[in-house]
């Protein structure tokens, strides 16, 4: 064992610190020692070569943060459960394959990061995470959207992108306090019209999907401030754009847009539109005001009036 990692634990040991950082030592395995650290409250052991977690992590009961990504863990040992004050858990970049249900017994957890793993289903437990604000999900092999998240009343974060969802649960709308939300690269060719009733969705990402047109949902959404549309199939952008009265971010690049609704310019609040690569008969150096929206809305008024 690395003679720095060692000191470094009889530092902590002897000070009483509560954080501790053996994160890029590349560890295979976790010293012994480092488990009599019973007062631990922040762990990180991220950016080394882990394949399991030892069950003696259940002695460092008053852990608060744990950060065990980027590593090469395939499982969790069932007594995570027993870290019971934890409140962010980081296992991104790992090859975890499942999770086990114990997860579901960590009842402080408010952050959740899972993305770039294998998982192809959740817990159906993971509901029981009742204080979970932030879940990242992005980069697995979900098919579908795991319909246990709805139950997560506090979440206000999620991401699913990068996975083959297919399609979105209709029962979402019970994700009441959601603020933002992406499914880019999600295979989506719709939504469903339950998703209207999100509200107080700010941010949604539905770039690199396979829409064609914007479903209608998106238009009851009227707290929206950044939407993404970017990489789709959509050729119409619908007059009702104008009901998203307090967005400030809209990105349509890379569509099928020939025209422009003239309500854009009722978008009063709306500080970036981003439209590039669509064949809209508008020269590439106004495009490129991106930053300036109402340049282009106005260059496109004045020429195609209704």
Known sequence: MNKEILTLIKQVAKNGETDLDLS??????????????????????????LTTIPADIAKLAKLKNLDLSDNKLLTLPPEIAKLSELETLYLENNNLAMLSPSIAKLSML???????????????????????????????????M??????????????????????????????TKLKTLNLSNAKLTTLPIEFSQLPKLR??????????????????????RELYLNENKIEILPPEISQLNELEWLDFRDNKLTSLPLTMSELSNLDWLLLENNPLPIPQNILEEADDPETIINYYVKRYPA
């Open 24 to 49: 890029e030592y590349g560890l295979t395995k976790l010293p012994e020692s480092l488990f009599e650290l019973s007062h631990l409250e922040c762990l990180s052991i991220n950016d080394n070569n």
């Open 110 to 144: 408010k952050t959740l990061n899972l993305s770039n793993n294998q998982l192809i289903v959740l817990p159906a437990k993971i509901f029981k995470l009742s204080k979970l604000k932030e879940l990242n999900l992005s980069n697995n092999r979900l098919i579908a």
């Open 146 to 175: 795991p319909p246990e998240i709805v139950e997560l009343s506090q979440l206000r974060n999620l991401n699913l992108s990068n996975n083959p969802l297919i399609n979105v649960v209709s029962n979402i709308f019970q994700m």
């Open 203 to 224: 941010e949604l990402d539905l770039s690199a999907n396979a829409l064609t047109i914007i479903p209608l949902a998106i238009f009851n959404l009227h707290k929206l």
